[in-house]
């Protein structure tokens, strides 16, 4: 069965850094997402992702912030300058569209920042 | 916008036991319902769904139940086993009938179930 897939599944980095995540959203899939939970509470809404644009952010989503869908198949969030308060488990979501409304997750990436 | 309240945080059954999670949504015209299941060190995984057009939906073990007029939905699991210990989360999603719109998600309960 396709899944999504994430990667680094651990990543430490520096306050003030610039960090990556990648995300590989399941094949032919139309919709993308990031979702973040910082540890003990709820899983937050990030960005959500369609034709190529952004459709909606949260307001967790500010400048430090940036998505992109470089080639077609990867699907990256990109932190400019990271924050303590930055630290936290991110999910990256797919959903196939077409009438159907299953969002499938990730195992997720865990960001710490020292 | 939409808010989900989730309870409760933490919930212990034995074995064969049923458990009931429930939750609460703010805005009456939310209509798509999902539960996801988080086992530890992996991403959240649909486990089943609902429509406000449909008032309970079973699938072998797990059922799900919505009241629309009370704005509320839980989630049954029946005849629990010890692989069905993990965090469960309820959602919603935002906004209604915009199937790309984004998961309203509960607190999450851990349940933990006692051989």
């Known amino acids: 069965e396709p899944e999504v897939t994430q990667t680094p599944s651990h990543q430490v980095t520096q306050m003030g850094q610039e960090v990556i995540l990648r995300c590989v959203p399941i094949s032919n899939h139309l919709y993308f997402y990031w979702y973040r939970q910082i540890l003990g509470q709820k899983v937050e809404f990030l960005v959500s992702?369609?034709?190529?644009?952004?459709?909606?952010k949260s307001e967790i989503f500010d400048d430090q912030f940036s998505v992109e869908r470089p080639d077609g198949s990867n699907f990256t969030l990109k932190i400019r300058s990271t924050k303590l308060e930055d630290s936290a488990m991110y999910f990256c979501?797919?959903?196939?569209?077409?009438?159907?409304?299953?969002?499938?997750f990730g195992p997720g990436t865990r960001l710490l920042v020292l | 916008g939409e808010n989900v309240e989730q309870h409760p945080s933490t919930l212990s059954v034995q074995e064969g036991d049923s458990a009931v999670i429930k939750c609460t949504y703010s805005?009456?015209?939310?209509?798509?319902f999902p539960w996801y299941k988080q086992e530890l060190g992996k991403g959240p995984q649909l486990i089943i769904d609902?429509?406000?057009?449909?008032g309970e939906k079973k699938d072998q073990r797990i059922a799900v139940t919505l009241n629309k007029t009370a704005k509320h939905f839980s989630l049954h699991i029946t005849e629990t086993q010890p692989e069905d210990s993990a965090v469960y989360f309820c959602a919603a999603r935002w906004p209604p009938y915009n199937q790309g719109g984004k998961l309203i998600f509960g607190q999450g309960t851990e349940l933990s179930v006692k051989p």
């Open positions: 979501a797919s959903n196939p569209g077409a009438g159907r409304e299953t969002q499938y």
């Open positions: 609902i429509r406000s057009n449909v």
């Open positions: 805005d009456s015209a939310s209509n798509y």
């Open positions: 992702f369609y034709n190529n644009e952004i459709s909606e």
